[in-house]
């Protein structure tokens, strides 16, 4: 089992550019949860799926912020155009079945400049 | 009123004692209780879970949860340097599959 994969590990760009975050789930796990952590707000949920498809996305701060998932092994969140205040690290988790906890990737670090 | 309250630290025990974080939440509907330990730079790992009221013992960590008092602890016996980490409580809610975390309490294990 390879665990929650992401990409890239680390990010830095430009403020206006669009950024784009990947991930792929553990396989078999049909919750799919992305997560932006930083020292002020700590770890807060952005959207989750489930079965591929969009069911919280509460937590997504602007429309600047958009998350995909086409199939069940892959998912993107996009942010254009990016800030400098959207400067954080980027988690995605998986799960299996309503509840329960999930595993975590280890992260995107994305520095926006 | 946040929904679920850490005291972010840092919490500092000598090695050997007892480490004892605490957390606290808002909403008497919750199911579920989840402590993750996440080391700098790295992501959160679960290493407890309860959802009764009561003790669970898990080797050197214990949860404690007391739903009336809306509040859940994590015990840790022998702490040894390697529990050095920040702490993240976790709350799940009845009929929501999303997870809420507090903002973590760190803890520091002095050799």
């Known amino acids: 089992d390879a665990g929650v994969i992401q990409s890239p590990r680390h990010e830095v760009t430009e403020m206006g550019q669009e950024v784009t975050l990947r991930c792929k789930p553990i396989s078999g796990h049909n919750s799919l949860f992305w997560y932006r952590q930083t020292m002020m707000r700590g770890l807060e949920l952005l959207i989750y799926f489930n079965n591929n498809v969009p069911i919280d996305d509460s937590g997504m701060p602007e429309d600047r912020f958009s998350a995909k998932m086409p199939n069940a092994s892959f998912s993107t969140l996009k942010i254009q155009p990016s800030e400098p205040r959207d400067s954080a690290v980027y988690f995605c988790a998986s799960r299996a079945g309503r509840a329960g906890q999930g595993a975590f990737g280890p992260g995107t670090r994305l520095t926006v400049t | 009123q946040k929904e679920v309250e850490q005291n972010s630290g840092p919490l500092s025990v000598p090695e050997g004692a007892i480490a004892s974080l605490n957390c606290t939440y808002s909403d008497r509907v919750s199911q579920s209780f989840f402590w993750y330990r996440q080391y700098s730079g790295k992501s959160p790992e679960l290493i407890m879970s309860i959802y009764s009221n009561g003790d669970k013992e898990d080797g050197r960590f214990t949860a404690q949860l007391n739903k009336a008092s809306q509040y859940v602890s994590l015990l840790i016996r022998d702490s040894q340097p390697s529990d050095s980490a920040t702490y993240l409580c976790?709350?799940?809610?009845?009929?929501?599959?999303?997870?809420?975390f507090g903002t973590g309490t760190k803890l520091q294990v002095i050799p």
């Open positions: 976790a709350v799940n809610y009845r009929g929501y599959q999303k997870v809420t």
